[in-house]
C-alpha cells in the first residue's frame, strides 16, 4: 500500500510566522505535489516536484515555496504566514501504473492562521 | 468557465438505490480521467480510473464520453459507508502527472 504521511493534522499559527510543512512517502515516488484545498474552491495545486531538487509552480504558488532535498521527503514552507493561508493542505504521490499517473494523498494539515 | 464542472448537490438516496453522477471537462486534450471519494474531514482517496471503454468495480461504473467531454460514475445499491464526496478528476491537457479536480458531488445515502 502507498503511504503518505503529513507531519501535522492540525496546525496553529500566528500571522507572520514562518511554517513548515512536511511530506513524507515510503514507495519511492519520484512526483510530489503539494494542494491546498478551501469551501467551494476545490483542490488548488501550489507546487510539485518531478524529482530531487525539482521544483515546478502550480496554479497558487504565491507565498509559498518548496524543498525537496531527498526523494521521499517534499516540504512546504509559509515564509510569512497570513490568515488567508488558513486552509487544509495535502501532500500527494503519484505513481505510473503503465498507462497513467495516480496520485495518493496524505492525511492533510489543517492550519489555522490568526 | 470552471475547467471540471460539477453538480455539488447533496444526493439524498437511500439504501439500495441507484445513483449516478456527472462530470464534465472543458479540455478536450484531457488524457487520464479518475474518480475520487473524500469523506468529511478526511483526504481524497482514488476510487477508480475511468478508460475509454468504461470500468466496472463491483457496484461501481464509471463511463467516459470523449465526444462531449463528461465522466459518469453510477453507484448501484447504494450502500449508507457509501455517503461521501465524490471528486471528479481529469489530466491537464497532455500532462498526464498533473490534475484538476472538480469540487465534488455529495452522496448522502439514507437508512
Known amino acids: 500500500d502507498v503511504k503518505v504521511t503529513q507531519s501535522s493534522r492540525y496546525l496553529v499559527k500566528r500571522t507572520g510566522e514562518k511554517v513548515f510543512l512536511e511530506c513524507v512517502q515510503d514507495m519511492d515516488h519520484e512526483n510530489m505535489f503539494w494542494y491546498r484545498q478551501d469551501p467551494g474552491l476545490g483542490l488548488r495545486l501550489i507546487y510539485f516536484s518531478y524529482d530531487v531538487k525539482m521544483k515546478e509552480k502550480g496554479d497558487i504558488p504565491e507565498g509559498y515555496s518548496v524543498s525537496r532535498e531527498k526523494k521521499e521527503r517534499f516540504s512546504l514552507i509559509l515564509e510569512s504566514a497570513s490568515t488567508n493561508q488558513t486552509s487544509m493542505y495535502l501532500c500527494?504521490?503519484?505513481?505510473?501504473?503503465?498507462?497513467?499517473?495516480?496520485?495518493?494523498f496524505g492525511p492533510g494539515t489543517r492550519l489555522t492562521v490568526t | 468557465r470552471k475547467e471540471v464542472e460539477q453538480d455539488p448537490g447533496p444526493f439524498n438516496v437511500p439504501e439500495g438505490a441507484t445513483v449516478a453522477f456527472n462530470c464534465t471537462y472543458s479540455?478536450?486534450?484531457?488524457?487520464?480521467f479518475f474518480w475520487y471519494r473524500q469523506d468529511c474531514r478526511k483526504e481524497p482517496k482514488l476510487l477508480m480510473s475511468v478508460y475509454s471503454s468504461g470500468n466496472e468495480d463491483g457496484r461501481f461504473t464509471a463511463q467516459l464520453n470523449r465526444a462531449s467531454q463528461y465522466i459518469s460514475l453510477l453507484i448501484r445499491d447504494s450502500k449508507l459507508s457509501d455517503s461521501a464526496t465524490y471528486l471528479c478528476v481529469v489530466t491537464i491537457g497532455g500532462a498526464t502527472n498533473k490534475l484538476i479536480f472538480g469540487t465534488g458531488t455529495l452522496l448522502a445515502v439514507q437508512p
Open positions: 500527494a504521490s503519484s505513481r505510473w501504473t503503465g498507462a497513467t499517473y495516480e496520485q495518493y
Open positions: 479540455n478536450s486534450a484531457s488524457q487520464s
